[in-house]
Nanobody
């Protein structure tokens, strides 16, 4: 199994930026896709972005396209999420996830490992 630890959350004003990082350890050789999800208060967890570990192919939710960028550092086993032009509706707990399969799927249940989450709060 892969262990995931998120960092970088915090409080930021609307229009600002934050960078989240996810450190992977354990059976990282079995991981082919990494993703970021988020859960806003009173809502279900939703897909934000995903990246294939080897080829670097990316996929984004429509709500974050052009504002968020997902990237990976294979040598450090980390995946980052750069969030720019933040909006109050981006407020949520952000989770890092990993899966063995290659496809950058948006479905929660298709990810095998999850981090504990990091809070992002965007104030108006």
């Amino acid at each position: 199994q892969v262990q995931l630890v998120e960092s970088g959350g915090g409080l930021v004003q609307a229009g600002g930026s934050l960078r989240l990082s996810c450190a992977a350890s354990g059976r990282t050789f079995s991981t082919n896709t990494m993703g970021w999800f988020r859960r806003a208060p009173g809502k279900e967890r939703e897909f934000v972005a995903a990246i294939s570990w080897r080829l670097g192919r990316t996929r984004y939710a429509d709500s974050v396209k052009g504002r968020f960028t997902i990237s990976r550092d294979n040598a450090k086993n980390t995946v980052d999420l750069q969030m720019n032009s933040l909006k109050t509706e981006d407020t949520a707990v952000y989770y890092c996830a990993a899966r063995a399969s290659l496809a950058t799927t948006t479905a929660n249940h298709e990810y095998d490992s999850w981090g504990q989450g990091t809070q992002v709060t965007v104030s108006s």
